[in-house]
């Protein structure tokens, strides 16, 4: 069984009080810190780049992986390597294949982790043969660009036929799903095959949330996995 990973969305927090928050979420039992980096183009809205992500950097110790939403990753991957990304998950609709390995190579001779995202619309079948090459594949579960959003449950036909074919081919990939995450859709997703849960509003809005943590962290347990 995988582990399970809660990856708590800084798009959610006080942007006044990155530093603060990123190491609260810390202290409250998140596993990773994911860092959504928008650049009004690739999706339709603004949010930070490099330089927050290099503030940030000393406020916190988790694994920052960093959800590149901008049409020209490449052009700024080194930017976000520098900056302290421990991972970096490109989006499948901003590159061609020969731009994929590219990015693989640099993200790998930097010796960090490299994944692919995929916007709800976008099939599978083309990464199938990919998925030794990544650490982890990001199946997005609403449209990329805001976060409290609904979970978009015909998304997990796609999680489970994605762990079938990472099974299949005996692979070690993380599965991350991002957006809509609650007690509720976690235990949807986790069934499906997932074991990364980005969650933003159900950790940034709760009243307590090293409850909210523990809480999605406990949802996953009831289902057995298929
Ligand atoms: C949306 C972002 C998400 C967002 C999730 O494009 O990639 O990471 O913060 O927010 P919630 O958990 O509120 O749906
Ligand atoms: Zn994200």
Known sequence: MNEILIAPSMLASDFARMGE????????????LHLDVMDGHFVPNITFGAPIIKALRPHCSLLFDVHLMISEPLKHLGD????????????????????????IVQVRSAGKRVALALKPATSLRPIVNYLHELDMVLVMTVEPGFGGQAF?????????????EIRRQNLDVT????GGIT???????????????????????ADDP?????????????????
């Open 152 to 164: 978009m449950t015909d998304m997990l036909e796609k999680i489970s036929q994605l762990r079938k």
């Open 21 to 32: 928050e990123a190491q609260r979420m810390q202290s409250v039992g998140a596993d990773w």
């Open 210 to 226: 090293a409850q909210a943590i523990s809480e999605l962290r406990s949802s996953c347990y009831f289902f057995e996995k298929k």
């Open 183 to 205: 007690c509720e859709t976690i235990t949807q997703a986790y069934a499906a095959g997932a074991n990364c849960f980005v969650a933003g509003s159900a950790i940034f809005n």
């Open 175 to 178: 599965i991350q799903v991002d």
């Open 80 to 103: 976000f390597l520098a900056a302290g990304a421990d991972q970096i998950t490109l989006h499948a609709e901003t590159l061609t294949r020969a731009q994929l390995m590219d990015a």
